[in-house]
Structures are given as C-alpha cells and as structure tokens.
Nanobody, 116 residues
C-alpha cells in the first residue's frame, strides 16, 4: 500500500488549503483514514480521521475550521483547511489503518506553512 499526499504549501493566516491523500495497492474496504501533523519539537498529533463508514473525529484545535472527507471509489482522503493559523504550521501526514488487520500505512508528509 502506498499513500501519496499533496496540497501543502505556504499560505497567509486566515487562508485555506486542501490536502489530498491517494492510496494505491490492496486496502481492506473497512479502514480508517486520516491526517496527523507534527510541528518542530512537538509530538505527532491527530488532525482528523474518517472511517469507511463515515464516522469522523477531529483534534480539538481544528474543530470548526477543518473538514475531512473521502472518496471511497477513488481511495482518496481530503482535508479542507480553512481559517488557517500560524500554529497550524507543521508537516502533515496521511494515514490509513485497516480495521480488519490493524495494518498501519503512512504517507511521506507534506509541509504546511502559515505565515504572513
């Protein structure tokens, strides 16, 4: 299984970005996909995750600003990030976890920088 993340970049505070994570290879249909982030000197933290059944969890710091969605037919997960803040600056990693085997897959990371 390979995960290809895209959509990161530099944006001003208050701006928006949309991240995409396309999965290829054999993935069990019952899975959880999501985004985590890691800022310099900090631990990796959950941003948002969505199950194949549609259940969604958000990290407290992004609730009301970020929205996660997925296209199961295209094995792609999206993260719409609005009203970005400087503290959202981090490397964002996409993740897929099989809910059958517990196998865990990670993308290569995409840099999001929020700065004026």
């Amino acid at each position: 299984v390979q995960l290809q993340a895209s959509g990161g970049g530099l944006v001003q505070p208050g701006g928006s970005l949309r991240l995409s994570c396309a999965a290829s290879g054999r993935i069990f249909s019952v899975n959880m996909s999501g985004w985590y982030r890691q800022a310099p000197g900090k631990q990796r933290e959950l941003v948002a995750r969505i199950s194949s059944g549609g259940s969604i969890d958000y990290g407290d710091s992004v609730k009301g600003r970020f929205a996660i969605s997925r296209d199961n037919a295209k094995s792609t997960t999206f993260l719409q990030m609005n009203n970005l803040k400087t503290e959202d600056t981090a490397v964002y990693y996409c993740n897929v976890r099989s809910l059958i085997t517990a196998a865990d897959y990670w993308g290569q990371g995409t840099q999001v920088t929020v700065s004026s």
